[in-house]
Structure formats: C-alpha cells, structure tokens
C-alpha cells in the first residue's frame, strides 16, 4: 500500500427531502443527506472510478452541520439571499445505515413560494456538499473500474435543487469554467499491483495527453 497528499473540490450527491416530515408550526422538515451508496464518477486526470461512501459514526464527520449548516438554494455559497435555512443544531446522526439532519426553514417572505414548495412536496430534489479527507483507492484490474472507498469525509452544506446533483461529476464550474470552491486536502492509501500500477500509469498518461491538446486548440 501506498499513501500520498492530494487536494480534492467539494463533491456532491442526490440526497432525500421528507416533505410528509414538515412541521408547519416549527417550519422544519426532516432531509437524509446520504445513505453511503456506491456511484460511477469521472476523474479528468484519472477516467471513470466507483465511489463508495462510508457511513458509519467514525467516517462521517458532522461537526459542520450539528454547528448549524446551512440549507441552500443551488448550492449558492456567495450570496445570503440563497440561504433558505439550516441544520438545526444537534439534529444530524447516523441512523440505520444513513446520514439523517432536521432543516430549520426560513421565515422570510422573499423565498416563502420555495419553502411551500417543500412543504407540499413539489421541490423534492435536494442535494449534499462534501469533501473527503480520507479514501483507500483500490486500483483497477482487466473486470473492474478503481474504487474509492471514502472511510473519513465531511458533510459541508445542503441544497434545495432543480435537478439532483450528478454523481459523476468530479467538480462543478463557474461561468468562466474554474473549479467553484476550495480544495480539501484528502490522504490517499493506494492499494496495488504491479499490474494495476502499470495500467494506472497509462490511463494517466492518456488522461494528460487529452487535457493538453484540448489547452492547445
């Protein structure tokens, strides 16, 4: 096994909203942002791998949320005017094999159409914000695809959405085409081959050799 340093964007999953949790007189509703299920991703640098998410008490760190994260509109982290409410404090755990939060909802008249919107079940899409800090990579082999199995990672925010977060996207853009947040550094265990390694190396070489002919057009 090896182990390295590598700096990684926030991720983002589909997540669940229980609009038949909405208390009207709290205006709070009840959201599971994971459940730990293994996704196909795509890695610019690396070609497609399988992620599969940890969820258990000592892989998920949920000091962020239980501090009273925030409940966004798009993932839009520049902007108070997005914040459609919070986690109320306290309220994320893990619960039978899932990553469970209660949301304290807004009361501001600007957004009132969007939280009655959750409230009658019509936003139904939400989405989760994460980062990892640390992932054992399996590396693939003629059958299989690389694994990152992600045994410590952070939940950051969640979002209401339009449409629910891609989980093959390795990192979202701004309008001029930059990566949108910071980096998180993240320890990497490489579990491998010879031959594993050898096939690596390729798929990396190739992955270089594309990005620099797209930098030259």
Request: aromatic share 6%; hydrophobic share 40%.
């Amino acid at each position: 096994m090896r182990e390295d340093l590598i700096e990684l964007p926030r991720l983002l999953r589909p997540a669940e909203i229980r609009a038949q949790s909405f208390d009207k007189e709290a205006s709070t509703v009840d959201v599971i942002f994971t459940t730990g299920a293994t996704v196909r991703r795509y890695s610019w640098m690396g070609g497609p791998y399988d992620e599969e998410l940890v969820v258990s008490a000592n892989s998920v760190r949920l000091d962020r949320l239980n501090a009273g994260a925030s409940f966004l509109n798009s993932h839009n982290a520049y902007d108070l005017d997005a914040v459609l409410g919070c986690v109320v404090p306290g309220s994320a755990r893990i619960a039978k094999g899932a990553g469970v939060a209660t949301i304290q909802l807004t009361r501001r008249e600007d957004v009132a159409g969007i939280v009655r919107d959750i409230a009658d079940g019509v936003i139904r899409n939400i989405s989760a914000g994460y980062c990892y800090h640390k992932i054992e990579k399996t590396e693939a082999d003629d059958a299989t695809l690389p694994k990152w199995r992600v045994v410590d990672w952070e939940s950051l925010e969640i979002s209401a959405v339009t449409i629910p977060a891609d989980p093959g996207a390795q990192t979202r853009s701004d309008a001029k085409g930059k990566p949108d947040g910071e980096l998180f550094p993240c320890v990497r265990t490489r579990i491998v081959s010879p031959e594993s390694e050898a096939r690596s190396a390729i798929l990396v070489s190739r992955a270089r050799m594309r990005m620099l002919a797209e930098q030259l057009k």
